[in-house]
């Protein structure tokens, strides 16, 4: 049973990067499903969360930092969750995790949840 996310890498200042995260083992559609991302050094951050469709309202959430410049999608007939990011920034450079969670709903603590399940990580680097 795992989550893991592809997608990340070299990116300039302006450009956009679609990562993407496959689960094994389990059915991600009656999970809530997240992206968090860490610097090193600092805290980690919830970037985003979807709530699940199957048995919530399939909402989403973002911190205010990427509102505006980041979608988180899911499909659940391929079990896979995605983060589409635009305008990205060096700011923006960071390990990203996907989550999921079997509260299904994204709710207002999402960032602070113990989350059930951890993928790993995959790097943004976002520099000219």
């Known amino acids: 049973v795992q989550l893991q996310a592809f997608g990340g890498g070299l990116v300039q200042p302006g450009g956009t990067l679609r990562l993407s995260c496959t689960a094994s083992g389990f059915t991600l559609g009656y999970y809530a499903l997240g992206w968090f991302r860490q610097v090193p050094g600092k805290e980690r951050e919830g970037v985003a969360c979807?709530?699940?469709?199957?048995?919530?309202?399939?909402?989403?959430v973002y911190a205010d930092s990427v509102k505006g410049r980041f979608s988180i999608s899911r499909d659940d007939d391929e079990n896979v969750v995605y983060l589409q990011s635009s305008s990205l920034a060096p700011e923006d450079t960071a390990a990203y995790f996907c989550?999921?969670?079997?509260?299904?709903?994204?709710?207002?603590?999402?960032?602070?949840?113990?989350?059930?399940?951890w993928g790993q990580g995959t790097q943004v680097t976002v520099s000219s």
């Open positions: 979807i709530s699940s469709t199957a048995i919530s309202d399939g909402s989403t």
């Open positions: 989550v999921a969670d079997r509260r299904a709903h994204c709710g207002g603590d999402w960032t602070n949840w113990m989350y059930d399940f």
